[in-house]
């Protein structure tokens, strides 16, 4: 079967059921929920959570629920349109700064895609699409590139070879 000895990463509710219902039957031959996992690479805690649910609805218990929630506003179509959007820059949005925000990513999929969700579902699509978080790097207005360059090139050199 497709499901042994490999963890499932997908969200196949069909497959991941299977695998429950196989587990269910590996606790009626009184295989520990450790050899169980170890079998369905899940952790130790899942294996034990599918024998309790199994020791109390033989039947039912390790069946799937259903899909959680609601299904997301962003289409794969949109997936992609936002991609796009965050790719543009918030610049090309009006945006005086040059970093994205959530709260701004929020408002232009408002305003380009009419969709509207939560801060979180928002910021768990963009991490799904492949963005991580980014701090932008804190500098004085006042810095002097030129000047720095210039330290770095004739003055610290010379600091160098005094030191040695």
């Given amino acids: 079967m497709e499901y042994m000895n490999t963890p499932i990463r997908s969200r196949d ?15 009626d031959k009184h295989i520990t929920p450790y050899a169980v996992a170890k079998h369905f690479g899940v ?18 218990g390790l069946r799937s629920k259903g899909h ?39 408002a232009v999929a408002k305003k380009e895609l009419k969709v509207t969700l939560a801060t979180k579902q928002t910021w768990t699509t963009v991490i799904n699409l492949g963005f991580s978080v980014q701090k932008p790097e804190r500098r004085a207005k006042e810095r002097n590139e030129k000047a720095i360059m210039d330290w770095k090139l ?9 030191g040695a």
């Fill in 43 to 60: 952790s130790t805690t899942a294996a034990y959570k599918w024998r309790d649910a199994w020791k109390a609805d033989r039947k039912d």
């Fill in 68 to 106: 959680p929630g609601f299904p997301s506003q962003y289409t794969k179509d949109n997936k992609k349109k936002l991609k796009a959007i965050i790719l543009k820059g918030p610049s090309a949005y009006g945006y005086a700064t040059d970093f994205w925000t959530i709260d701004r990513i929020r």
């Fill in 154 to 162: 004739n003055e610290f050199p010379k600091l160098k070879k005094m």
């Fill in 13 to 27: 509710r069909k497959k991941l059921e299977r695998r429950r219902l196989h587990a269910g039957r590996m606790f």
